[in-house]
């Protein structure tokens, strides 16, 4: 897998010594036609790529005010230095934070400000040579767009929108990247990132209905374009295909189950993940989220609840309403969209679930908060739900469970490595590298509070975890859904027990219906 | 890239997927395979052709569960785990046992 050294794990993150260009190589493969046409978007660098990046720079500064700020307002003050992942597991200076910015930058002040026109040698400002969009190509593609950074800028400056325009600019000169746009096209043909078509999601579902079954002995259901169902949920499609996405999803069906409601995945609208945010384009990103309405209205549903995946909720939480409301026709009385972990602790706060918590006794966990949850939304009612809801979910069902270092977690939790459209096979050295301060942290409560298991609420997260882990020497299996657990400690009506637990329904008993 | 055999070249993707995947043949795929260091054994070969027989019903390959389930229904229970596939296929069994069985990548968030 490429020759490079999978860093050293030591106690702290240590700020690296620089390595001038050490990334420079790094660059995912560009779209081919086949995968740019379909979006709207020039199927090769158009001839005339410099006027017209500068010409749609240009015109995304007049619809974001904020982009203009991000730009001018740097003060250069370091605090964000050292608090890139990719900066601290690859040494190359690119992947400051700050240096990412003035990537383009230096771009803006050369074309958009009235020293960098006259004067450009005194403010630092330079064309968009062929070299500079290499290098654009290469570091905003070393960007996961987490925004741990913008915790630390005093100015809260967001590299995210900074690498999403960097990435929009690229895409209208027929520069994009080959992972993102060639799903995005897919969900727009057949409903997710995966090109799952209706049977073979029918198939999938079925198969999973009969393990449940053969695990509990009791037929739980995952309805599949049901009309009339109550809840539609919307979850990432990794969580059909992928371990230990599939866990997880299981882990909804047993709770939808218990809570005695009607449900049902869409066919049509069969992913949360909206990866249109990673190349900040607004119009893919609505095209992608009227599914989910289109869906919700087709089907008749009351209630929208998204499954575990990090960017979809930030998408769902944040923006749904401009993207694809609005939802009165859905009932209000509950929120719109709601997480599988508001779903969840609502009913657990209810004691409206019983557990066995010793189904994972085999397991000493911990939480990976990921990045767009933990930076981008909230769950529940009060502020910081996003981190107390998966954790109070986690106590619930385990009994061993512990935190890593608190710099690492909450609102200062390391990316995974792999977020913002970057989890794909041609960037494995960036993600392994970009692992290297989560694994960090998560080998010191290994280490010394003997933790076997992370959990992960993010198919991005889980699906890097699962292909990094083995490179640092754990086992693929070790991260695990937070629903997983969840579905295996859950007590279903009328299950087959060993006989220790005791089961208070009688067998056979319809679920009671639940209020929330 | 491509791939050459017996003076036929065969197009592929950047990442080795063969382009058209009419073209397949057994032979083909064991030159994929080749490339991937993987030596085809009859477990591989059941799983590759397990894997055709899914895409041609289902236009996709079959998800890691249903994988594992119809390997231990054919090759026994102490066969039917991801574990095993992934020592037939250490690169997962989902993306480069698709190459080998000349099927296009999965995408997504896997």
């Known amino acids: ?516 | 890239m491509a791939y050459q055999l017996n003076g036929t070249t065969f197009e592929a993707d950047e990442e080795g997927y063969i382009k058209d995947i009419s073209q397949w043949s057994r032979e083909l795929a064991e030159l994929i395979a080749e490339d991937e260091n993987i030596t085809m054994g009859d477990d591989h070969w059941e799983v590759v052709n397990f894997l055709r027989q899914y895409y041609e019903e289902y236009q996709i390959a079959p998800a890691i569960r249903v994988l594992t389930k119809a390997v231990k229904k054919s090759m026994g229970p102490e066969k039917g785990n991801s574990k095993y596939l992934y020592e037939l296929f250490p690169y997962g069994p989902a993306k480069q046992a698709c190459k080998i069985a000349g099927l296009p990548k999965p995408t997504g968030c896997i």
């Open chain 1, 1 to 516: 897998m490429g020759d490079y050294k999978v860093p050293e794990l030591s106690e702290f993150t240590e700020i690296p010594a620089l390595q001038d260009g050490s990334m420079s190589h790094s660059s995912p493969f560009v779209a081919g036609p086949e995968y740019q046409e379909p979006l709207g978007f020039p199927g090769e660098l158009v001839e005339d790529w410099h006027d017209k990046a500068i010409g749609r720079f240009g015109d995304l500064l007049t619809k974001s005010r904020a982009l203009r700020v991000y730009l001018d307002s740097c003060v250069r003050c370091g605090a964000c230095t050292d608090k890139c992942h990719y900066f601290l597991g690859t040494g190359d200076p690119k992947n400051m934070p700050v240096a990412r910015q003035d990537l383009m930058r230096k771009v803006y002040r050369r074309h958009f400000t009235f020293a960098g026109k006259w004067l450009p040698w005194l403010v630092g400002a330079e064309d968009l040579t062929e070299e500079v969009l290499d290098d654009w190509y290469s570091y905003f593609h070393q960007c996961s767009q987490c925004r741990r950074c913008s915790v630390y800028c005093p100015y809260g400056i967001d590299t995210a929108e900074i690498s999403m325009a960097a990435r929009d600019i690229m895409d209208h000169i027929g520069k994009g990247q080959k992972y993102c746009n060639e799903i995005i096209a897919k969900v727009h043909t057949v409903g997710n990132n995966l090109g799952l078509k209706g049977p073979a999601l029918a198939n999938t579902l079925e198969g999973l209905e009969e393990d449940i079954e053969d695990e509990t002995g009791v037929k739980v259901r995952l309805p599949l374009d049901e009309k009339g169902a109550d809840i539609l949920l919307v979850t990432p499609s990794a969580d059909f295909f992928a371990e230990p996405h599939v866990d997880g999803l299981m882990g909804y069906a047993k709770v939808f189950h218990q809570a005695g409601v009607s449900w049902t995945i869409s066919s049509y609208a069969s992913e949360a993940a909206n990866f249109a945010m990673f190349i900040g384009s607004y119009e893919q990103m609505r095209e992608v989220a009227l599914r989910i309405r289109k869906a919700a209205l087709d089907l008749g549903v009351k209630r929208l609840v998204f499954g575990e995946c990090g960017h979809a909720w930030r998408v769902a939480y944040s923006f749904l309403n401009t993207l694809a409301g609005p939802w009165d026709f859905l009932d209000q009385n509950y929120p719109i969209p709601q997480h599988i972990c508001e779903f969840t602790n609502d009913l657990i706060e209810q004691g409206a679930l019983k557990f066995d918590k010793s189904a994972n006794d085999h397991m000493t966990l911990t939480f990976h908060d990921s990045c767009n949850v933990a930076r981008a939304t909230r769950m529940g009612n009060k502020p910081g739900g996003q981190f107390e809801i998966p954790r109070a979910i986690a106590r619930a069902v385990c009994n061993n469970f512990v935190d890593m270092a608190p710099e690492t977690i909450r609102e200062g939790t390391y990316c995974c490595g792999g977020g913002g459209g970057l989890l794909t096979d041609d960037l494995m050295e960036l993600r392994v590298k970009g692992a290297k301060p989560r694994m960090d942290a998560l080998n010191q409560v290994v280490q010394n509070d003997g933790v076997t298991h992370m959990i992960a609420i993010c198919a991005i997260c889980k699906s890097q975890f699962s292909k990094v882990f083995p490179e640092y020497g754990m086992e693929m299996d070790q991260v695990v859904s937070l629903h997983q657990l969840v579905g295996n400690a859950i007590i279903l009506d009328g299950q087959e027990t060993d006989g220790e637990i005791n089961d208070e329904t009688e067998d056979g008993a319809a679920p009671a219906e639940t209020e929330e």
